[in-house]
T-cell receptor
């Protein structure tokens, strides 16, 4: 089946610290991988994506590399800001049904000044 | 452009009552999706509309849930009768084209449903 596993939060960091949020997946068929972010009081929005192995998605200083050999898509940022405080969701969709997303449980990030 | 709008933002009802959630997608988006996050766990797919037709309702938990999209515009999700385990955040999303790879999902802020 299809599923996404994320590291549990909350993750609390000081401003300018390095961020890693782990995400691993299982999938039937060939998955595309995503990170969505939910800022306080808002809906989820796409942060970045990668559609094939070894692709790197990037946006707003965040990066994630599609690693087929380890079935992982870890989110990283070199220097977090207070404004990055949010809940981050890893997700996938597959070639069998690209209209259906499978999300992880979310990781809350708190960045302190 | 206006985003995806959901209301109410929060609903508290008693077990056995009926609740109707509404979603207004972005204008021109034929594809509308409902998702649910229960107890802070993973967000789970409920169903997908293309215009007024249900394309995939494999995630609907049981027949107490009824989704409609009359006229292919806004959608409603009715829970009748509500049970305690229905508590959670219900998200609506829309996209211009099918598939979320090249046509990103645009999410509403969600409706937080509490069943007591």
């Amino acid at each position: 089946g299809n599923s996404v596993t994320q590291m549990e939060g909350p993750v609390t960091l000081s401003e300018e610290a390095f961020l890693t949020i782990n995400c691993t997946y299982t999938a039937t068929g060939y998955p595309s991988l995503f990170w969505y972010v939910q800022y306080p009081g808002e809906g989820l929005q796409l942060l970045l994506k990668a559609t094939k192995a070894d692709d790197k998605g990037s946006n707003k200083g965040f990066e994630a590399t599609y690693r087929k050999e380890t079935t992982s898509f870890h989110l990283e940022k070199g220097s977090v800001q207070v404004s990055d405080s949010a809940v981050y969701f890893c997700a996938l969709t597959t070639t069998y049904n690209f209209n259906k997303f499978y999300f992880g449980s979310g990781t809350k990030l708190n960045v302190k000044p | 452009e206006a985003g995806v709008t959901q209301f109410p933002s929060h609903s508290v009802i008693e077990k056995g009552q009926t609740v109707t959630l509404r979603c207004d997608p972005i204008s021109g988006h034929d594809n509308l999706y409902w998702y649910r996050r229960v107890m802070g766990k993973e967000i789970k797919f409920l169903l997908h509309f293309v215009k007024e037709s249900k394309q995939d309702e494999s995630g609907m938990p049981n027949n107490r849930f009824l989704a409609e999209r009359t006229g292919g515009t806004y959608s409603t999700l009715k829970v009748q009768p509500a049970e305690l385990e229905d508590s959670g955040v219900y998200f609506c999303a829309s996209s211009q084209r099918q598939g979320g790879v090249d046509s990103p999902l645009h999410f509403g802020n969600g409706t937080r449903l509490t069943v007591t």
